[in-house]
């Protein structure tokens, strides 16, 4: 009888595997379908519409150019009134790629993102191939095919934004914690100091009781902000007494781009956003994370999942591009569907999940109803991508791997 082919670690196949079908698929079969793939992703964002003309770069090169000028950083405007809205050490940070001429500036952010990106899904996606039993290469280039077709990926680069560094660093910290190394925390405190949305992360250390890495997070955090008072006094002055509660600085709230719980409220009513309303449900959000963080105790990944996601749901503004926080669940998803094929009842259903979910990033549908968001179908298609960020703060497998035990999980959580 003949047995079922399997694989190394390193993604080779064993001496003697084949399937009872018949031989192994010839090794340039997959590699035609992924430069297959690639290449119709490829041109699908060449050619499609949603170009974005590198604006939050152009925004980010002029303000501080401006201010290394001499200049008040807050003061700067781009012709539609868009100015600088981070932290003045994100100045600090974004200074030498401001110093180049415009077009060296993009090469640089774009650069930076391509080494971003490649450590998260080499972070994230090779243990899920190892558990596969796929050979890594295959599974990393698909991963990295459907990465870029997602819009919020799409979006980040073609704005010229920072996201994908953030979410790197702020994963930085998951390596580290994973190791239990004493640096843990510096990833998050820095993210912080430069946006704030990334402070969420704190929240969940404490929750989690990673009492050492939430004090390294919030010193660095300090040691960075006050770093950037000493530099730039009357910025930092300007940003935590003005431009930090100036939400029309970033754009209206309604505007569909913005799916988080505050916009979805303000576009029930733009005029006159129910703000009581919005604080119900970040209350009902942060008491979800905190149930399904504490089920997943134990398990880094899906803890840091479900905070991503939550930072995107309760955070007044996240843009279309923000939502790159919700990818490693949608690989958590992925991971908690093997062994594949899903045999299981509860493994087709997570892959149809993740197809669904996977589906409507991708799809651009909130921008159908840009001009118009009313009625039953513009409130769906207009909070699309927020409902999947709901779906997963809510649904999301406590567990990246499918065969950890409740008793495993209890054991961590009473040690």
């Known amino acids: 009888m003949t047995t079922t082919g399997r694989f190394r670690g390193n993604g080779t196949a064993a001496p003697g595997a084949g399937t009872a079908a018949g031989p192994a698929t010839p090794t340039w079969q997959p590699a035609l379908l992924i430069i297959g793939l690639a290449t119709a992703i490829g041109v699908a964002i060449a050619v499609l519409p949603g170009h974005r003309g590198w604006f939050d770069i152009g925004v980010y090169h002029g303000a501080v150019r401006h201010w290394a000028s001499g200049g008040q950083l807050y003061e700067w405007v781009t012709w539609n009134q868009y100015g600088f809205t981070y932290p003045p050490f994100a100045a600090l940070v974004m200074r030498p790629v401001a110093a180049l001429p415009w077009h060296p500036a993009i090469a ?44 919020p990926v799409r979006d980040t680069v073609s704005f010229g934004q920072v996201n994908l560094l953030l979410v790197a660093l702020v994963y930085v910290d998951l390596w580290l914690l994973e190791r239990r190394h004493r640096l843990a925390g ?53 940003f935590f007494a003005e431009a930090l509660w100036d939400t029309g600085r970033v754009g209206k709230l309604e505007y569909v781009s ?52 939550l930072g995107v749901l309760v955070s007044p503004v996240s843009w279309v591009h923000h939502l790159v926080w919700l990818v490693p669940g949608l ?16 493994a ?67 040690g």
């Not at 309303?277 to 990944?301: I, K």
């Open 258 to 309: 913005n799916q988080s719980l505050l916009g979805l409220v303000a576009r029930l009513d733009p005029a006159h956003p129910d703000r009581l309303l919005w604080l119900c449900l970040v209350a009902s959000a942060l008491t979800v994370w905190w149930f399904r963080v504490r089920r997943a105790a134990g398990d880094e990944r899906v803890g840091f999942a479900l905070t991503g996601v």
């Open 108 to 151: 640089a952010n774009l650069a930076l993102t391509v080494v971003a990106a490649g450590f998260l899904l080499n972070l994230l996606v090779d243990p899920v191939a190892r558990r596969a039993g796929r050979p890594r290469w295959q599974t990393m280039a698909l991963a990295a095919c459907l990465f870029a077709a997602l819009n």
């Open 331 to 346: 690989i958590v998803l992925v991971g908690a569907t093997l062994p594949w094929p899903p045999t299981r009842p509860v």
């Open 348 to 414: 087709r259903r997570r892959l149809r999940a993740f197809v669904v979910g996977y589906a409507v990033l991708c799809s651009g549908v909130v921008w159908i109803f840009a001009n118009g968001f009313g009625g039953p179908h513009g409130f769906l298609g207009g909070n699309a991508y927020l409902l999947v960020a709901v779906g997963m703060l809510a649904l999301l497998p406590i567990s990246c791997d499918p065969d950890h035990s409740a008793a495993e999980k209890t054991s961590v959580r009473s």
């Open 186 to 238: 510096v990833g998050i405190g820095l993210a912080a100091a430069i946006k704030l949305t990334p402070a969420v992360f704190v929240a969940y250390l404490l929750v989690t009781r990673r009492w050492r890495a939430a004090a390294t997070a919030t010193a660095t955090t300090a040691v960075a902000t006050l770093l950037a008072a000493v530099v730039a006094p009357n910025a930092t002055r300007t």
